[in-house]
């Protein structure tokens, strides 16, 4: 995707290009055994929403020529079950430009190299188990390199979680939101939500597409929200 940022501030679609402040930082170890500088921003940043259009995708085409030289048919159809791919459509650019308004909040995992993970999230929306407001994940996602991959092992280990306690964090911490948070998952993610303490309520279900499976609908109450980030 060949995007003139300047031109769009230009023809003012865009009044700039990042307007983010960094939450969390430090030093994160890698599955080889070295280590990186990594940060975790809070803000609208289109650069960091690019970059994670074009390294993605840049990535996943390697793995599927990758896949579509070196195995045959059989072996090629079990290693892409195990490859989560269900969010390779998103477009983080198109995304950023859409979701401008103050309910919505943006989220980046950075090292010194590239994006590692992004997320956005939305605030308020009612609480199913608890009293009062939460936020909702619309997208959480973490770069194709820090998932299962036939190319090469993992990047980083737990890069999600790591973005997503950081989150939750802060938005207690520093915003005044309450513990506990909601989203609908993808087929792929639920036993991660599982694993974490959320819980599946079937009537808030969506369903997107009468012929595919249900978007399930996870929410984590304020004690396992907690229990989630070591605080309880």
Known sequence: ??????????????????????????????????SAHYSISFGWNLIKALICDKKWKEYRIRMLTYLEENYDEE???ELLSKIQVE???????????????????????????T?????????????VLDKGDIF?????????????????????HG???????????????KQGYQYGFCLHSLPQ?????EHIGMIHVEDHDKVEDPDCDPLYYYEIDSLNSMKFVGIA
């Open 1 to 34: 995707m060949s995007v003139d940022l300047n031109q769009l501030i230009k023809l003012g679609i865009i009044d700039q290009l990042e307007d983010d402040i960094i939450i969390e930082e430090g030093i994160i170890k890698k599955n080889d055994g070295s």
């Open 159 to 173: 890069i999600g979680s790591k973005l997503l306690r950081s989150i939750i964090k802060y938005l207690t911490e």
């Open 136 to 156: 909702y994940v619309e997208f959480i996602a973490v770069a194709p390199w820090n998932r299962f991959s036939p190319l090469e092992d993992k990047h980083f």
């Open 87 to 113: 969010d390779h459509h998103w477009n983080w650019f198109g995304k950023s430009l859409h979701y401008r308004e103050e309910e919505y909040k943006w989220f980046f995992l950075s090292t010194e190299s």
């Open 75 to 77: 072996k090629r159809e």
């Open 189 to 193: 993610a639920h036993g991660f939500y």
């Open 115 to 127: 994006v590692e993970a992004a997320c956005l999230i939305y605030f308020p929306k009612p609480s």
